[in-house]
Structure formats: structure tokens, C-alpha cells
């Protein structure tokens, strides 16, 4: 098993196709799970001048689904959502590899200052033993993702490998969470065939991710949060780490980065499938 935050590029190992037919629809916000618009903030010393949209782009993967529950049958794709669509200046923020009591409590409870919802990508293995940390998500309107149990390299593991890492992880989070996952990721952004075909058996759709801060890195507190900001854009998919090492600055960085981004106008939401 490689080291849980071994340098992959961000989006790369894509590998193979899957089948696919349907209306294609985009990823889009959920309305219900905006918080109430901030004011813009008044002129003066302290007021903060809108962040510019980055022209950093990746085009929009289309899907359908059930925002509620798990549908009877999940479209296969041969490529993961990058980013959403909706309306305004609307991003998502998502977290890998918890949750980790040292960590996720502190993202948590600044999520909750601020009145709003984040992805949590989660391996079952550090579910298991933080079950407590699923229910506060669920209380508080998060939504999360199967991150596969042990967090391996997918692309090197056979089929029922696979199969087995996804479902121990779905298992824990429906116990936990109080329903089973409708999103997955795929370590290291190495997704192939089954990774895919297995998902979608599951009732899972693939999400990847925009902007990738590069916080497993440990690169300093300020440059994490220059990378969202830069990065700001409607329809971003911002990836970050509450678990996998030391994350410290990703707690820190949040801390800086998301009073920016609400100051500037932007919405941080969660996606919703829809069928069309």
C-alpha cells in the first residue's frame, strides 16, 4: 500500500471507459443548502476588495440523480465530475481521508461559524473508530463521501479488491451517517473501469475536483489559502485534508480562506443529483 499522500498529479490516472446513456444534466448546487447572502462588505479600511474569478478552468462532467436517497440505477461513467453548475458565484469545498479527531472537529466547527456546508470524503477505516465525527457531520448538513476503506492506489487492485474497500466504506457510513453515500472518490484521482462500474452499482456518482491546494504538502498556511483564493471561480470543486498527516495549516488555512471567500460574494455549497 502506497503512503496515504503519495504525489499524484491532481485529476490524473484516469484509465479506461464505462458505458453510459441518459439525458445528461449538470452538477448542480443545492439551493437548500445555501446560507443566507452576506451583505457586501461597506467601503473603508476594512473592506475587502472581491476576489477575481480565476480563468483556471476545467470543463463540467454531466450526471443525473437522486439528491435524497440512492437511485435504483446509477448512470456508468468513464470520467468524474470536476466542477458544478448553478447560479451566482457558487463553490464546494470537500475534505479527504477522515475524519481524524485531531483535525476534523476544528474544520467542523469553522463550517459552523460560518453557516455553511462541505464534502467529506471519508476512509472506513478512520470512520470506523470516529463514528461520533459522521453523526456531527450528518447534524450539521454535510455530506459524506465513500473514500474507500484503506485508501490504496485503485488502479493496482483487482476488481473485488475494490469492490470490497468501496462497500466496507458504504457500510460504515450508512450506520454512522444514517444513509449510505451517493458520492465517491478515488484516491489519488487514479480512477479506472471498475472503479467506475463499481460506484455506480453502489449508487454512487464519481467526483474529482477543481482546485487542488496541495495541503498534504504541508506548504504553509498562507499558500493554501492563496490557492483558493486565486482559484475562486463559480462551479469550483475545491479539494483539501482533514486526515493523511500532519493538518494543521489545512485547519488554519480554512480559517483564513473562507471569511475571504463569503466577503467576496461567493456561496459555499454542496452539490445535488437530479434526475432529469
Same mark, same amino acid.
Given at each position: 500500500?502506497?503512503?496515504?499522500?503519495?504525489?499524484?498529479?491532481?485529476?490524473?490516472?484516469?484509465?479506461?471507459?464505462?458505458? =453510459?446513456? +441518459?439525458?445528461?444534466?449538470? !452538477? @448542480?448546487? $443545492?439551493? /437548500?443548502?445555501? *446560507?443566507?447572502?452576506? %451583505?457586501?462588505?461597506?467601503?473603508?479600511?476594512?473592506?475587502?476588495?472581491?476576489?477575481?474569478?480565476?480563468?483556471?478552468?476545467?470543463?463540467?462532467?454531466?450526471?443525473?440523480?437522486?439528491?435524497?436517497?440512492?437511485?435504483?440505477?446509477?448512470?456508468?461513467?468513464?470520467?468524474?465530475?470536476?466542477?458544478?453548475? =448553478?447560479? +451566482?458565484?457558487?463553490?464546494? !469545498? @470537500?475534505? $479527504?481521508? /477522515?475524519?481524524? *479527531?485531531?483535525?476534523? %472537529?476544528?474544520?467542523?466547527?469553522?463550517?459552523?461559524?460560518?453557516?455553511?456546508?462541505?464534502?467529506?470524503?471519508?476512509?472506513?477505516?478512520?470512520?470506523?473508530?470516529?463514528?461520533?465525527?459522521?453523526?456531527?457531520?450528518?447534524?450539521?448538513?454535510?455530506?459524506?463521501?465513500?473514500?474507500?476503506?484503506?485508501?490504496?492506489?485503485?488502479?493496482?487492485?483487482?476488481?473485488?479488491?475494490?469492490?470490497?474497500?468501496?462497500?466496507?466504506?458504504?457500510?460504515?457510513?450508512?450506520?454512522?451517517?444514517?444513509?449510505?453515500?451517493?458520492?465517491?472518490?478515488?484516491?489519488?484521482?487514479?480512477?479506472?473501469?471498475?472503479?467506475?462500474?463499481?460506484?455506480?452499482?453502489?449508487?454512487?456518482?464519481?467526483?474529482?475536483?477543481?482546485?487542488?491546494?496541495?495541503?498534504?504538502?504541508?506548504?504553509?498556511?498562507?499558500?493554501?489559502?492563496?490557492?483558493?483564493?486565486?482559484?475562486?471561480?463559480?462551479?469550483?470543486?475545491?479539494?483539501?485534508?482533514?486526515?493523511?498527516?500532519?493538518?494543521?495549516?489545512?485547519?488554519?488555512?480554512?480559517?483564513?480562506?473562507?471569511?475571504?471567500?463569503?466577503?467576496?460574494?461567493?456561496?459555499?455549497?454542496?452539490?445535488?443529483?437530479?434526475?432529469?
Amino acid at each position: 500500500m502506497l503512503p496515504r499522500r503519495t504525489a499524484f498529479p491532481a485529476g490524473a490516472g484516469v484509465v479506461g471507459a464505462a458505458g =453510459g446513456g +441518459g439525458t445528461a444534466r449538470l !452538477l @448542480t448546487a $443545492d439551493p /437548500g443548502a445555501h *446560507p443566507v447572502p452576506r %451583505p457586501a462588505p461597506v467601503s473603508g479600511p476594512q473592506a475587502r476588495r472581491a476576489l477575481k474569478p480565476s480563468a483556471y478552468r476545467l470543463q463540467p462532467i454531466t450526471g443525473y440523480g437522486t439528491p435524497h436517497r440512492s437511485p435504483a440505477r446509477t448512470l456508468v461513467r468513464h470520467e468524474p465530475f470536476l466542477r458544478m453548475s =448553478g447560479r +451566482g458565484r457558487s463553490m464546494v !469545498l @470537500t475534505f $479527504d481521508d /477522515g475524519p481524524d *479527531p485531531r483535525y476534523t %472537529p476544528d474544520i467542523l466547527r469553522t463550517l459552523r461559524t460560518h453557516d455553511v456546508r462541505a464534502m467529506f470524503f471519508v476512509c472506513g477505516e478512520m470512520a470506523a473508530y470516529n463514528k461520533d465525527l459522521l453523526r456531527e457531520m450528518a447534524d450539521d448538513g454535510h455530506i459524506v463521501g465513500n473514500h474507500t476503506w484503506t485508501h490504496p492506489l485503485l488502479t493496482r487492485l483487482s476488481r473485488s479488491a475494490i469492490r470490497s474497500e468501496m462497500e466496507r466504506t458504504c457500510e460504515v457510513i450508512d450506520k454512522a451517517y444514517g444513509e449510505p453515500p451517493l458520492w465517491f472518490r478515488a484516491p489519488y484521482g487514479a480512477w479506472n473501469r471498475a472503479a467506475f462500474q463499481l460506484g455506480a452499482e453502489l449508487g454512487m456518482e464519481p467526483l474529482a475536483w477543481t482546485v487542488d491546494t496541495l495541503d498534504w504538502t504541508t506548504p504553509g498556511t498562507r499558500r493554501i489559502a492563496d490557492r483558493v483564493e486565486h482559484g475562486a471561480a463559480p462551479g469550483v470543486v475545491v479539494l483539501s485534508h482533514d486526515a493523511g498527516g500532519d493538518r494543521s495549516q489545512s485547519v488554519q488555512a480554512l480559517r483564513e480562506y473562507l471569511p475571504e471567500l463569503l466577503d467576496s460574494g461567493y456561496h459555499i455549497t454542496v452539490p445535488r443529483r437530479q434526475y432529469t
